[in-house]
């Protein structure tokens, strides 16, 4: 197995600019075939995940175009040319999802699996809520979880009920399909919603190619069927905020100073909000339209709901070991189905460092290491857990990372770039 060793990390101090974000990525390829014309995105994500959404839609007969600097998308207005296909997700969660959505709407049968863990990875949720509308899914092995058999008809519209606790990608899924509908569509959340900035910025993008959505705070949405999406020509996908929040973290950790470029004030991701998290703990956070800068001051814990920022929360979890008391991070149940166990994985980690970790059901509290341990990171195949472990390199000992190349999965150039800023 391949191993970084990371020696401590002095200081995390200078400018980054982010790679285009995961979430929007995949969103604004799905968007892109959806719609009428054709869009030139530039920025796009380099990462297995996008890569997963590509070959997705050049399987499925979508003409796709790609150059060193930007990805042409022409597209088929809501219909797969494709009426067969066997598609492989990896572990791409936004892939199998938004796809399980899309298929309906085509001609067909189709399959859609990825690899073991996407098969534990539970999908009912989406399932249950699309055949109300008209979907024929089916499960050829396991009930409630993938590979998926998709009996492509179309959708007849109507109103169904979405479970929003474990993920808002299934909702998302749902909302970005549910134009080509044969009539109107009415979501009504049933339980909780997470992650509400995900499905925001799904509205708002949406909203980019000529498609509005209704809804109350939230819990019940309305989208006109019979719609035809737009291409609004040209998409720049900005900076990834889920990434940048390792690099603002380092700052804060070590004392440094790191503006991060492509997103901001003026970005669609909630995970952007990471920065304000920072600053209750004490970081100097300056604001502009697209860029964040974060300065490291004396870090205190913070008792906070990370709900709106699952992705985030891990991050916050390793700045936690370097923070003066408890950092408690709550309602965040949903790290249970992720790319990997993420409870078990973070708690088990931090407590290899040396924290003390009391592990809930949905919450976790951790407080800093009396003595740091020197010991190797398992990251569990989990990009998140390479990336977020990485900044435990900025205490006293070092720090080992196992298979650090499962970055690849959404910044394969992750250990370059923190090493571009790092001071040992």
């Known amino acids: 197995m391949e191993q970084l060793t990371l020696q401590p990390i002095q200081k995390i101090d200078g400018e980054i600019r982010l790679p285009g974000s995961k979430s929007l990525s995949n969103r604004t390829l799905v968007l892109s075939m959806f719609a009428a014309g054709t869009t030139k995105i530039e920025n796009l994500l380099v990462s297995d995940d996008v890569n997963h959404m590509l070959q997705a839609l050049k399987d499925l007969g979508v003409q796709v175009e790609q150059t060193g600097d930007f990805v042409m998308i022409h597209g088929c207005r809501g219909k797969f040319p494709a009426t067969s296909g066997n598609i492989f997700v990896g572990n791409s969660g936004t892939t199998m999802r938004s796809l399980t959505a899309a298929l309906t709407l085509g001609e067909g049968v189709f399959t859609l699996d990825g690899i073991p863990r996407m098969r534990e990875r539970p999908i009912s949720d989406l399932v249950d809520a699309l055949l109300p509308l008209g979907a024929d899914i089916r499960y050829p092995e396991n009930k409630n979880y993938p590979p998926l058999e998709i009996h492509a008809k179309g959708l007849s519209g109507g109103t169904t009920e979405v479970s929003g606790a474990i993920s808002s990608q299934f909702l998302s899924a749902i909302l970005m399909a549910a134009p080509y509908s044969s009539s109107d569509v009415c979501l009504v959340i049933r339980d909780k919603l997470v992650s509400v900035p995900y499905v925001d910025m799904t509205i708002k993008h949406m909203a980019r190619f000529g498609v509005d959505v209704e809804h109350k705070n939230f819990q019940e949405f309305f989208i ?12 720049f996908v900005e900076g990834d905020a889920s ?19 492509g997103c901001g004030s003026d970005s669609l991701q909630g995970d952007a909000q990471f920065a304000a998290v920072l600053e209750q703990m004490g970081a100097e956070v300056q604001w502009q339209p697209h860029a964040i800068t974060v300065t490291g001051r004396s870090l205190n814990g913070i008792d906070i709901d990370m709900n709106d920022m699952p992705d985030a929360a891990m991050t916050l979890a390793v700045v936690g070991l370097f923070a003066e008391g408890p950092t408690a991070i709550r309602n965040i149940y949903n790290w249970r189905v992720k790319e990997t166990e993420r409870m078990v994985a973070m708690v088990t980690e931090l407590r290899k460092l040396g924290a003390e970790v009391e592990e809930g059901e949905d919450f976790l509290i951790i407080n800093p290491p009396a003595t740091w341990r020197e010991t190797d990171i398992d990251t569990y195949d989990d990009h998140r857990m390479a990336m977020a472990f990485a900044l435990a390199a900025c205490g006293p000992v070092p720090v080992t990372i196992n298979d650090p190349g499962c970055t690849s999965k959404t910044f394969p150039a992750y250990f370059d770039e923190l090493a571009s800023i790092s001071k040992n």
């Open 224 to 235: 006109r069927g019979n719609q035809i999406y737009q291409s609004p020509g040209d998409v």
């Open 243 to 261: 990434s940048a929040t390792y690099f603002l973290a380092g700052a804060a950790i070590t004392g440094g100073t790191v503006t991060v470029h």
